[in-house]
């Protein structure tokens, strides 16, 4: 085996290590695979002979790179942020290997989305992958100090968020039914009762429709009500490793929705139902 095969080895050996910083970073699983396979090119074009952790020199190499690419991104995107979901990772059965295993949740993920790219950037690799902060203020060009109170701030930003979800899947699976079930059977009420008060649908519908921010749980019933014709087609899959529901029709998957239960009742609801995306995630 020749340097550069022992090369490919070894950064074979961290991928799903650094595609779960990517999707972190970025939220998307394609522009997460694109700065995967970017970061090989720099490493496949860089001396490293003398790096000692390689998969430290990684990771900040795909966080420079999922900052350049929010950058771009911020300053392009038209979508309203707040309906703005993003890309789940869709496993059936939870024995199954997941392609880019990832325990946080799409609730985080879209809260991650607010953040401006260097609290993202911080926040992630300090908070969720302990990168020094003097490694992450190379990256920003900025001094520790800075670098700590953006991750600071971002953390905050993520506490203020909302209450811990509950922990127990089991009980999320036993809601996500009881939603579908009243759901299909046009049941307001028995909606109602599975919902917080104060719940959030956000759902995602892309360029091609209109994408909606609803809140309240009579409203939020009143949506679910209007997708009773195809509530039978909902299929019970893993969204980021917990309970959500997969909806196709004609073969062709048309929603994926996420959930978010705390103290029992549903109290936030993410859908992507962009068809290109999923077309992707497909």
Known sequence: ??????????????????????????????????????????????????????????????????????RSRESRREEVVDTHVP???VTIDPEQEVVMADSVGLALMVVLEMLA????????????????????????GKSAAATRQLASRARRR??????????????????VSAFVAASQGGDFEALVALLDPDVVLRADAGASSVSK????AAAVAGQ???????AHLAQQVLINGTPGLATR??????????????????AEINILADPVRLAALS
Do not use: C
Request: charged share 25%; proline share 3%; hydrophobic share 50%.
């Open 158 to 175: 993520v506490q203020d968020s909302g209450p811990v979800a509950d922990p127990d899947v089991n009980r999320k699976r036993e809601i």
């Open 213 to 216: 921010l609803i809140s309240g």
């Open 87 to 89: 890309d789940p990772i």
């Open 117 to 140: 790219p260097a609290e993202r950037l911080a926040f992630v690799l300090h908070d969720m992958f302990a990168v020094p902060f003097d490694d992450i203020a190379a990256i920003l």
């Open 1 to 70: 085996m020749d340097d550069s095969d022992l090369l490919a080895e070894r950064f074979e050996e961290h991928r799903a290590h650094l595609r779960s910083v990517a999707y972190r970073m970025l939220g998307s699983v394609s522009e997460a695979e694109d700065a995967v396979q970017e970061a090989w090119i720099r490493l496949s074009r860089s001396d490293v002979s003398e790096v000692q952790n390689l998969v430290g020199w990684l990771t900040t190499v795909v966080g420079r790179i999922g900052l350049d690419m929010l």
């Open 249 to 266: 029709v004609d073969g062709q998957l048309v929603a994926v929705m996420d959930v978010t239960i705390v103290n029992g009742k549903i």
């Open 224 to 230: 679910a009500l209007t997708f009773q014709r195809i």
